[in-house]
């Protein structure tokens, strides 16, 4: 399985990521170590592309989005044929509603 990133994932981590950083005032050395955990596990998925389980918020798109939890962040994903493509990393202290966009 070869993992692909959406504009949109790398958009949303940028986002949660300086939020934690500028805004929260995580210091920058753990923010780094949020985001390498997080692409570690979304890395993982090579091996085991439905370890994750079903995105309810996410059926009505009809797309198969799965989920991992890594902290308090879901990675979001969809496979299709031999690829993983991950489309987000919401932060789940956020409202689920955002996620439907």
């Given at each position: 399985?070869?993992?692909?990133?959406t504009?949109?994932s790398?958009k949303?981590?940028?986002?949660?990521?300086?939020?934690l950083w500028?805004?929260?005032?995580?210091p920058?050395?753990k923010?780094?170590?949020?985001?390498?955990?997080?692409?570690?596990?979304?890395?993982s998925?090579?091996?085991n592309?439905?370890l994750?389980?079903?995105?309810?918020?996410?059926?009505?798109?009809?797309?198969?989005?799965?989920?991992?939890?890594?902290?308090?962040f879901?990675?979001?994903?969809?496979?299709e044929?031999?690829c993983?493509?991950i489309?987000?990393?919401?932060?789940?202290?956020?409202?689920?509603?955002?996620?439907?966009?």
């Amino acid at each position: 399985m070869r993992i692909i990133y959406t504009d949109q994932s790398f958009k949303s981590l940028e986002e949660s990521l300086s939020f934690l950083w500028k805004v929260q005032g995580v210091p920058l050395e753990k923010v780094l170590e949020i985001r390498n955990q997080l692409l570690d596990k979304a890395e993982s998925l090579t091996t085991n592309p439905h370890l994750g389980q079903i995105e309810e918020y996410l059926e009505h798109l009809e797309k198969g989005h799965r989920r991992l939890i890594e902290g308090n962040f879901k990675i979001i994903y969809r496979v299709e044929s031999d690829c993983v493509y991950i489309t987000d990393f919401f932060d789940t202290r956020q409202h689920p509603e955002k996620m439907k966009g």
